[in-house]
Each structure stands twice: as C-alpha cells, then as structure tokens.
C-alpha cells in the first residue's frame, strides 16, 4: 500500500496517476463513517453499520469484548456496544495515517468523544486508537474491518499480562 498522507484530516494528493477518483471515494466515505460515529455516540448503531460491508470476512474488534467475524455478529456486536453510549459527540478525528491501493484503504486515527457512558450521567473524554480498513465492493466503498481500543498513551510492560 502507498501512504498518502501524515497526521492531517485529509487525504494527500495520490503519488500515482489514476487514483483521484479512489482518493475522492475514499475521502467520501470517511466522511459519512466519521459522522454515522458521531450517531453511534449517541446510542444509534444504524449509520455506521450502513457503511459496513455485508461479507462474511467482515471484522469487529471494540473495547467490550473480542474479535467478532461475519455480517450476524459484527451487526449484534455494534449494535450491543452502542447501548453503552448516550448522549455522546464526536470531538475529533486525528488522522495518523491513510494507505490507498486500487481496491483497498487502511485509515489508523485516534478518534475522541465527549459522552455518557454506561451507568454513568456525566459526559466524560473518550479517545480510541482505531484502525479501519475499507474495500471497494461492487456497490461501493465499505468498512471491511474496524479495531477501536483506549490504548492512547504509554503503558507498561506488564499490562499485556493475561490472568491466568
């Protein structure tokens, strides 16, 4: 894959000839993805799994829980993650890093909220570390892999340490 652009919240100018309209698509659909998450913040899963690809490849790796596989699980697990937030907006999206090829995007940014989350009645800070991988579909760009964690700062060694 060619990395197209740094911490910015566009994509750069393609290196090759005949990606502007990919770029353009891409660039499209991370803009309806960043807004349906906005939806999800408040509660409503709906936007972003519209974005979703319906293969059974498709992945799901969110803070409550493992990886899920396949358009059943990745629909129930969004969905079951999204009752744990209410009241939420999208704060920002740091762009780390974009990666193009002709039928595939690799998007890693670091994503921050302000909401209400589980039991909870005060709005708090949210940042996730997230990696969203798209592919060109016959009816279009769609999300094929998503991996959002809290992991944004430093942490020690020990902290991958698994009870037994």
Same mark, same amino acid.
């Given at each position: 894959?060619?990395?197209?652009?740094?911490?910015? &919240?566009?994509?750069?100018?393609?290196?090759?000839?005949?990606?502007?309209?990919?770029?353009?698509?891409?660039?499209?659909?991370?803009?309806?993805?960043?807004?349906?998450?906005?939806?999800?913040?408040?509660?409503?899963?709906?936007?972003?799994?519209?974005?979703?690809?319906?293969?059974?490849?498709?992945?799901?790796?969110?803070?409550?829980?493992?990886?899920?596989?396949?358009?059943?699980?990745?629909?129930?697990?969004?969905?079951?993650?999204?009752?744990?937030?209410?009241?939420?907006?999208?704060?920002?999206?740091?762009?780390?890093?974009?990666?193009?090829? #002709?039928?595939?995007?690799?998007?890693?940014?670091?994503?921050?909220?302000?909401?209400?989350? #589980?039991? &909870?009645?005060?709005?708090?800070?949210?940042?996730?570390?997230?990696? &969203?991988?798209?592919?060109?579909?016959?009816?279009?760009?769609?999300?094929?892999?998503?991996?959002?964690?809290?992991?944004?700062?430093?942490?020690?060694?020990?902290?991958?340490?698994?009870?037994?």
């Amino acid at each position: 894959m060619t990395p197209l652009c740094g911490a910015s &919240s566009t994509l750069a100018p393609p290196r090759t000839e005949g990606h502007n309209v990919a770029v353009d698509d891409v660039e499209a659909v991370i803009e309806r993805y960043h807004r349906a998450l906005g939806e999800f913040f408040r509660g409503d899963p709906g936007p972003a799994l519209e974005l979703f690809s319906r293969r059974e490849d498709v992945t799901l790796g969110n803070p409550f829980g493992p990886f899920v596989r396949g358009w059943a699980l990745v629909s129930e697990t969004a969905a079951r993650a999204a009752t744990h937030y209410r009241d939420g907006e999208a704060v920002g999206f740091e762009r780390v890093a974009t990666y193009l090829t #002709g039928d595939l995007a690799c998007l890693v940014e670091v994503e921050r909220y302000r909401v209400k989350v #589980g039991g &909870s009645d005060e709005a708090a800070a949210v940042a996730l570390r997230v990696t &969203s991988v798209v592919r060109r579909e016959e009816d279009g760009w769609r999300i094929v892999s998503r991996h959002a964690d809290p992991i944004t700062l430093a942490r020690p060694p020990e902290s991958v340490i698994q009870p037994d």
